[in-house]
């Protein structure tokens, strides 16, 4: 995804998440990960704070794996970073 349309993307969930929820407010990440990969240990590290909260279920052939975080959120903003730093991580597709 270009820079460009990642900045629309962003700012469209912004403002789906600020019309829609009141702050602050738990919200439920969700990603899927190849489970031998380097990126899963990525996207746990970017919950690091939050690991009682992490879920991981592994797929039926154990290739990938769905990581679920339900966790408080103060605001968009937060949400959205959190976002933006898994997005950083090859490999992951967030729901």
């Known amino acids: 995804m270009s820079s460009t349309s990642q900045d629309e993307f962003y700012k469209s969930l912004k403002e789906k998440l600020e019309s829609e929820t009141s702050w602050p407010s738990i919200y439920l ?8 990969s380097q990126a899963l240990d990525a996207v746990v590290a970017v919950f690091e704070n939050e690991k009682e909260r992490i879920q991981l279920k592994p797929s039926k052939a154990g290739t990938y794996a769905s990581v679920s975080v339900k966790t408080l959120m103060l605001s968009p903003d937060a949400v959205i970073e959190k976002y933006r730093r898994v997005g950083e991580i090859e490999g992951v597709i967030s729901l």
């Open 29 to 36: 990440f969700k990603f899927i990960v190849k489970s031998d």
